[in-house]
């Protein structure tokens, strides 16, 4: 697709247990590929991140969120340790910590500094029982970086296209999001916000005003005859 400079997937999964020593902390998984730290702006602090390797033997690699990175690891030096990922005790996977994300912040949808990334293989390849009737786990994102200067009106009107055609849908089932409607969105959110707070502070004023107005009322009443 013109405009298209990068694509990465991803399969996020909540609820795993990560187990280090005697640390014990629940995270969530990003199934994703090599791509995913370019398209999505990110970069390596420590080690490496995933590499098409990975992806293509569903090797147990995986690379660590700035935050949790210090949560399992507070001694430091995470890179070649072993990590355990648990679901439920129906999933242990002894991992190998491959790398440590730079700090990013949050993102939509979470904060990227406490995600634990795989490669998105062989979490498809290991949770069986997340599998749809066709018998595949299903990608739930997908990333889009755009080139400098790209249509992203234009660029997101050929993904939506395309997808409609692999997906032999007669309309979208799917939704397509740029960061401008992810700010827009968080501007509505705050300015909602504002008149709401300025509203209650208005409210809050004329209750005031009224108390003290009849107070001083009925104060002036009651010395009407002295005054």
């Given amino acids: 697709i013109p405009g298209v400079k990068g694509v990465a997937p991803q ?67 995470p890179v070649g340790e072993s990590l355990r990922l648990s679901l439920g005790g129906r999933i242990n996977l002894n991992f190998k910590v491959e790398g440590v994300m730079a700090p990013k912040g949050g993102s939509g949808g979470g904060t990227a500094d406490n995600y634990i990334f795989v490669p998105v293989s062989t979490l498809q390849n290991r949770l069986g029982f997340f599998r749809n009737p066709s018998g595949e ?66 409210i809050s004023l004329v209750v005031g005003g009224i108390g003290v107005m009849n107070i001083m009322l009925v104060s002036v009443t009651e010395r009407t005859r002295e005054i």
Avoid: C
């Fill in 11 to 77: 399969i996020s999964l909540d609820g795993l247990q990560a187990i280090s020593g005697a640390t014990n902390q629940q995270v969530t998984i990003i199934g994703t590929t090599p791509e995913y730290p370019e398209v999505r702006a990110s970069a390596v602090a420590e080690g490496t991140f995933l590499t098409a390797d990975d992806v293509d033997r569903k090797t147990l690699n995986l690379v660590l969120g700035a935050e949790i990175a210090k949560t399992l690891f507070p001694d430091g030096a």
């Fill in 137 to 202: 786990v299903n990608v739930n994102q997908i990333n889009v970086q755009t080139a400098d200067g790209a249509n992203q009106e234009d660029v997101m009107a050929r993904v939506s296209q395309l997808l409609t055609e692999r997906h032999a849908a007669a309309s979208p089932d799917f939704t397509i999001q740029s960061q401008d409607d992810l700010v827009g969105a968080a501007g509505e959110v705050s300015r909602t916000l504002s008149i709401l707070l300025g509203s209650i502070a208005g």
